[in-house]
């Protein structure tokens, strides 16, 4: 990481956003802005988490006709958590932020980037799908938070959110808002230095795990931790495609487990950390 990528990282990590860059590129320390980033070191990158909300508590119906007994099986005395998140680490110089979040008011977003704040926005958001608690966080009302960012998205995402259906999705209007600052990628293209689209589609038909030489970002592969590593087969009435996210569940879940590289997800209430294989299903050992 180069100096800039370390100042702004330490910066997140003490909890107050101190930097910002002059027009010539230059950092200057400066204007506070309190923001909630949780920064963990995984291998050699640090990845800042941003938390919206509290975790909270998912009914079973959630999940559908999945035997209820199964559930219970599952997870004993715990609670099928959902938590919200979104990330960002510094690559080649480049702060990338993984999805955005739902945005608002209490978007850790408006802290960290308070309108006419000169504090340097994000270059890139790797956009894992286009549900809007992944991407709302890039509209301000209806104009593009953020205009001066790349938002890198799968092509036949773009295509799903692009459908005449869809046109009057949030999605769709931050899609537009963004314009020629769109950047569509195919699977299996490295789309910044380093970092590597893969294909996850099932949940949405573009559904996207980012890959770096540290970890998966594996946004919405799985949501209640606690229920899905035991029971890949159980799929949250979000997975648009059930079969498909079922069988790109188990089998990155597989290969997380055989790599030893961790995984990050958008809605464990821990959201970092490594997949073991079980006898039956998976094991999830946040970090
Ligand atoms: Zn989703
Ligand atoms: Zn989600």
């Known amino acids: 990481m180069n100096i800039y990528g370390r100042v702004w990282m330490?910066?997140?990590?003490?909890?107050?956003?101190?930097?910002?860059?002059?027009?010539?590129?230059?950092?200057?320390?400066?204007?506070?802005?309190?923001?909630?980033?949780?920064?963990?070191?995984?291998?050699?990158?640090?990845?800042s988490i941003y938390t919206e909300g509290e975790p909270r508590v998912a009914q079973p119906s959630l999940f559908g006709d999945f035997p209820k007994t199964e559930i219970e099986a599952a997870i004993g005395s715990n609670k099928l958590m959902l938590a919200t998140h979104f990330f960002s680490f510094v690559t080649d110089g480049k702060i990338v932020f993984v999805d955005s979040g739902t945005g608002g008011k209490d978007s850790p977003l408006q802290r960290l980037f308070p309108p006419r704040s000169r504090i340097r926005h994000p270059d890139a958001f790797l956009i894992t799908h286009g549900h809007?608690?992944?991407?709302?966080?890039?509209?301000?009302?209806?104009?593009?938070?953020?205009?001066?960012?790349?938002?890198y998205i799968s092509k036949p995402e773009l295509e799903h959110w692009g459908k005449?259906?869809?046109?009057?999705?949030?999605?769709?209007?931050?899609?537009?808002?963004?314009?020629?600052?769109?950047?569509?990628?195919?699977?299996?293209?490295?789309v910044l230095p380093g970092v590597w689209a893969r294909d996850a589609s099932g949940h949405t038909p573009g559904s996207t795990v980012f890959e770096t030489q540290d970890v998966y970002f594996v946004g919405d592969l799985l949501h209640v931790a606690a229920l899905q590593f035991a029971k890949p087969d159980a799929c949250a009435s979000y997975d648009m495609d059930k079969d498909g996210a079922i069988a790109m569940r188990k089998a990155w879940l597989s290969k997380a487990a055989?790599?030893?590289?961790?995984?990050?997800?958008?809605h464990f209430t821990s959201p970092v950390g490594c997949v073991r294989e079980a006898k039956e299903g998976f094991i999830f050992v946040p970090q």
């Open 258 to 266: 055989r790599e030893g590289k961790p995984i990050v997800g958008a």
């Open 164 to 190: 005449e259906e869809n046109k009057d999705s949030p999605t769709a209007k931050a899609i537009a808002a963004y314009g020629a600052n769109v950047v569509p990628f195919d699977f299996d293209t490295e």
């Open 132 to 151: 809007f608690d992944h991407i709302g966080g890039l509209l301000l009302g209806d104009a593009p938070r953020f205009p001066g960012a790349k938002v």
């Open 10 to 47: 330490t910066m997140m990590a003490m909890g107050f956003a101190a930097v910002f860059a002059r027009a010539d590129g230059e950092i200057e320390q400066g204007q506070k802005a309190e923001a909630r980033a949780r920064p963990v070191e995984v291998g050699e990158m640090t990845v």
